[in-house]
C-alpha cells in the first residue's frame, strides 16, 4: 500500500487501524477497544489493556533472542568514549534500578523526576520507572535550579535520579548544586535522591537524602515488569507555554508504546536489527520518542549522542558517528545542520567518511530552512525529510512517511499528515480556509495514540489552552497553510513561544524573570531571527521612574537573571533599554510588529495603535543593536 492507501485507511476505519497497529505491541490483556471517547472532548486509547512499556522496550526482545544485539551506543566525544550497551546488559541493569527504586518505596504511580546528561544512565533511569509504573518526568540539563523547582512542586516527585555533573564544550555544568538549589527553592520535598557519580566531578551527598547510584543498587532484588493500565501516565514532559508556568504533558502507555512502533517502521523505516540515531537531548520530548523509546520499542540500536554538531571536535562527528555505527535514519535538528554548513560550506567533512548505510535524513523541532535542506541534499545524497511535530504530540503529525513510500520532497515543507491527523488550516471564526490560504492550524478531534490527552493536574488549562480557540479542534499553536496538493507549510507560531536552537523557549517566561528586577517597571521579549538558531531572544527594558543607574549595568543584571532562573539554554543575551513599549489603545504590546522591524520585513502601521511615535524609537533602538541584520 502506498501513503494514499494506507492514509484512506485509517480514514475509513480509524478504530480498526490501531487496533490493527497495536497488534505489534506485546499486552499483558488486549484492550477491548482502542477510542475511548466517553469523556469527550478528552479522549483515551487503548485505556483498558494492560501493558508495560519496559517489556516492550527490552525484555521482549531478550526473549526474542536480540539479547546480545547493541541496545545502546553512547558515542561521547566530549569524554572520548564509546561504549556499547547490548539488550541483556540492558535488561540487567534497568531490573536492577528499578528493584532499589522499589525497594526505597517506589511504587506504580509515584513520579521520579530524572536531572541527567547524556549518558545511558538517563535511559536506564526512564526505563526503570517505566518497569515498575512509576511516572518519570525527565528536566532539560540546560534549565536552571528555579526551572527544576518550579517541576517539583507540579509534579511533586517521591524521588529524583541525577548526575554529578554535565559537560558542554569547555565548561562542566554542576548538576548536583543545581539540584540542591532547586530542592532547597522547591515547596515540595523529594524523599531522596539518587546520584551517578561520574569520573569528571564526584559531587558531595547529603546523608540520608541522596544515594550513589551503584550503592543504592547493591544487592537488591531486581524488579519485574509490572503491566499498567493502557491510559496509565507513561511519563509527563514539560514545555513551554505562554506563561512562566510549564504546561506538564502526559503521555499515556497504550497509545504510546502503538504509535511509536508505528512510526519507527512507517515515517523513518526502522525495525528490529536496524540502526537508528536521533541527535537530540533526552530533556525534549525528541528524546523520549526517538532517542530512548521508539528505537527501544522496534528493537533497534539507539546511540547516545554526547557532543555537539562542531567542536567536540570537529563538524565530521555527525558523519563520523554515522559510519562508525552503520546508522540507516538519521534525525536531527535544522540548527545543528546550519552550524555544521558555516563550517564546511562545502561538505568536505562528509566525503571522508562512508555513509552508504544512511538511507534518510529527518530534521524537525524547527522550520527546516532551504538552504539547509538543499546543502543536506546535496552533499549526503539522501532524501531529507522535514517533519513537523510538538511536545504535545509525541510524534510526527506531518511527514514523509519514508518507510511506506517516498513522495515527492517540497522543500519548505514536512509534506503530509500522518493517519490519526486530521489537519485543518482555520481562520479566526474557525472556518477552514482554501489551499494557499494561511491561517491557524488545526487537527480535528480526537488526537491519535501517543499525542496528550491532558496536562498534568491541570485540566482546565489543557481544555483552554488546547480546545477553546476551535471547538471540536485541537490547536496547535502554529500558523501556515495547505497546498492544493495536500502539502502543508508551517511559517510561525500564533503565540509567545519562540523556537531557539531547535529549543521551545516561553517569551513570557522570560518576560516574569526580566519583571522581577527591581529597576524594571515594564518589558517586552521577542523572538528576533538568526541565521544559525532560527530565532533568538532579545528583550526591551523600561525602566522605574527615578531609576538614575547606567543602563548597561541593569542590562548585564537581566541578562544574568534569565540565565540564571531560566538556564543557559534560553540563549538570552541581548536587551535594550526603551522608554516605552509600543501598544494597542487597549494595552497590549505590539510584539508582532516588533518582530517585523528587527527582521526587516515589511511592516504596516497597526491600525489600533495607541501612539505611532514609540514604533520610531523602538526602530532606532533596534538600530542601535545592530538590527535589522544584513
Ligand atoms: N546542559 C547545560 N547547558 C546546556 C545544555 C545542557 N544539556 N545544552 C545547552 N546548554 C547551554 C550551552 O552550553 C550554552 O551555554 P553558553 O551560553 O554558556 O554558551 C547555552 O545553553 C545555549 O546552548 P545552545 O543553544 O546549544 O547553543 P550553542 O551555541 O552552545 O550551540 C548549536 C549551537 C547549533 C551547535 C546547538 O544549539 C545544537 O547542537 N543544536 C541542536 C539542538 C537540538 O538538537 N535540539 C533538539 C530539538 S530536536
Ligand atoms: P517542541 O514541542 O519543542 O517539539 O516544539 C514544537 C514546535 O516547534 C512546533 O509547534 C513548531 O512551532 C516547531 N516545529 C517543530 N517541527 C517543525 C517543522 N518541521 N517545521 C516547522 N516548525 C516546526
Known sequence: MGYKEVYSAWQADPEKFWMDAAEKIDWDEKPSKALFDGNAPLYEWFSDGMVNTCWNAVDRHVEEGRGDQIAIMHESPITHSTKGITYKELQTRVASLAGALKMRGVEKGDRVIIYMPMIPEALEAML???RIGAVHSVVFGGF????????????????????????EPGRTVHYKPLLDEAIEQAEHKPEFCVIFQREQEVAK??????????????GVKPADCVPVEGNHPAYILYTSG?????????????????????SMKNIYNIEAGDRFWAASDVGWVVGHSYICYGPLIAGATTVVFEGKPIGTPHPGVFWRIIQNNRIKSFFTAPTALRAIKREDPNGEWIKRYALHDLQALYLAGER??????????????????DHWWQTETGWAIAANPIGIEELPTKVGSPSVPMPGYDIQVLDEGGHPVGAGQLGAIAIKLPLPPGTLPTLWNAEARFKKAYLEQFPGYYETGDAGYVDEDGYLYIMARTDDVINVAGHRLSTGAMEEVLAGHPDVAECAVIGVADELKGQTPLGFLCLSSGCNRPHEEIVKECVSRVREQIGPVAAFKLATVVDRLPKTRSGKILRATMVKIADGQEWKMPATIDDPAILDEITEALKGLGYPRK
Open 128 to 130: 526503570a520507572c517505566a
Open 144 to 167: 536552571a535550579a528555579h526551572e527544576l523547582a518550579v517541576r517539583i512542586d507540579d509534579c511533586t516527585p517521591k524521588a529524583i535520579i541525577a548526575a554529578s555533573c554535565g559537560l
Open 205 to 218: 551527598l547529603i546523608e540520608g537524602r541522596d544515594f550513589s547510584w551503584h550503592g543504592f543498587q547493591y
Open 242 to 262: 505562554t506563561t512562566g508556568q510549564p504546561k506538564g504533558v502526559v503521555r499515556h502507555t497504550g497509545g504510546h508504546l502503538v504509535a511509536l512502533q508505528w
Open 368 to 385: 527546516a530552512d532551504p538552504a539547509t535542506v538543499e546543502w543536506a541534499q546535496k552533499h549526503l545524497g539522501v532524501p531529507v525529510v
